[in-house]
């Protein structure tokens, strides 16, 4: 095993980890056939590049990330290594930046010389580390990528489940939870970060609620980044919307409730695109707050073993990094769903040629905590998996489609 560090960056490579062979599915360690083997892996390590945004205004998501990689390394490692090889986790900062994700990458490929790559956070960036993937013939496993019709590489694979049209289909699901109450809004107010992937999804509600025939009382877009969200909360309250629908990522959504209440005014319904979980549902102002999730440790979506397990897990390292949520979400889902998609194709092609394993996945997709994911529809995208969740007593639910809705806990709609 070894340690390195990023002379460019002075960010802490990875410990050298290693990935195992009968993973299969991931966590579903006994599932597997793996159980508690203690198998050690042996030969040449296999390198795993990638970045995250370890500092930069994207960082407190970017710390549930690598506490994912952390946590799945780890777990694979104890029980034989990929291909019986030990495997090293070479994790460079981008700092949030997409122009410094793309260079990373190169680096990574040409100078470290990687064996394989996973995605970096965030859909700029993922774009970024995409357009050099391409220009290299490598495979690349991302999440959080949020705009589809962009990801036109026949070799990228997203771990993040929403669908090909998601400004489409994931505010149709809100829509129809909200129309499921027999209480939809009459009238909606959008604001909307100008980060893209949540930009592309705010700007496609403007349509949904057109369609179900909402009256849109305010369209406004602020730069990502942003800081001051008084003039903001202003609009907001002049608009005075049946539905507040913010385009935010990270703690966008947490700023500007601070700003409205700085106003005395609380929305009457309102949603969040991406947020930081934590802090809207630990705040008194994030009560009945709504959001789109992939992944939650409630029923049904925790049911099967390896979802069990990796929840349990996972509470315990985000405790030992000190994260601020210990709760597995959607971001953490969705980014241990993405290392588990390189080991199915590893672990059912034998080979780390990139061209072998991106035939595997399209042609049989990859078992997650998730669910299945299928990489045969436009652009290698699958079909939408998201739902949507929300804060109820404090703490997040899922409220809809019904099916995934926690028992006793259906959408509180104003």
Do not use: C
């Not at 006994?30 to 795993?48: E, F, K, L, N």
């Not at 549930?64 to 799945?72: A, S």
């Not at 979980?277 to 992939?294: I, R």
């Amino acid at each position: 095993m070894t340690k390195g560090k990023n002379t460019l960056l002075g960010v802490s490579r990875r410990d050298t980890l290693a990935l195992g062979a009968g993973f299969g599915a991931s966590l579903t360690l006994a599932a597997a056939g793996v159980g508690s083997a203690q198998a050690q892996a042996t030969g040449t390590p296999i390198r795993i590049g990638g970045t995250l945004a370890l500092t930069g205004p994207l960082a407190q998501t970017g710390a549930i990330h690598k506490v994912v990689g952390d946590l799945f390394v780890e777990q694979i490692n104890k029980n034989g290594g990929m291909m019986g090889r030990p495997v090293e986790w070479i994790l460079l900062d981008d700092q949030s930046k997409p122009d410094l994700a793309r260079t990373l990458y190169e680096r990574l490929i040409t100078v470290d010389k990687v064996d394989l790559l996973i995605g970096p956070y965030a859909t700029a960036n993922i774009l970024s580390a995409m357009s050099v993937a391409q220009r290299f013939n490598k495979m690349l496993v991302h999440h959080t990528f949020g705009i589809p019709k962009l990801a036109t590489y026949d070799k990228h694979f997203p771990a993040w489940p929403l669908g090909a049209e998601p400004e489409k289909t994931v505010n149709a699901n809100l829509f129809d939870g909200l129309a499921s109450t027999g209480k939809t809004p009459k009238s909606i107010a959008i604001v909307t970060s100008k980060f893209p992937s949540v930009n592309f999804i705010a700007v496609g509600a403007r349509e949904t609620a057109k369609q179900r025939g909402i009256e849109e009382k305010l369209f406004l877009e602020y730069e990502f980044g942003n800081r001051d969200y008084g003039p903001i909360a202003a609009r907001i309250r002049e608009a005075n919307a049946d539905l507040l629908y913010v385009g935010a990522i990270g703690l966008e959504g947490s700023q500007l409730l601070e700003a409205l209440d700085q106003l005395n005014y609380k929305p009457k319904n309102h949603y969040y695109v991406y947020p930081t979980p934590g802090p809207l549902a630990s705040s008194p102002l994030g009560g009945d707050a709504m959001a789109a999730t992939a992944y939650e440790d409630l029923a049904p979506l925790n049911s099967s073993p390896a979802a069990q397990t990796f929840s349990k897990l996972f509470h315990e390292a985000a405790a030992k990094a000190k994260l601020p949520y210990l709760e597995p979400d959607t971001q953490a889902g969705t980014s241990y769903s993405a290392w588990q998609t390189i080991a199915a194709a590893v672990n059912g092609t034998k080979s780390l040629d990139d061209q072998v394993l991106a035939d595997y996945l399209k042609k049989n997709g990859a078992d997650t905590i998730i669910g299945k994911f299928r990489f045969d529809g436009v652009n290698n995208y699958g079909p939408d998996l998201m739902k949507v969740k929300q804060v109820q007593n404090g703490v997040w639910t899922i409220v809809w489609p019904k099916e995934f809705a926690t028992a006793g806990k259906p959408i509180i709609i104003k």
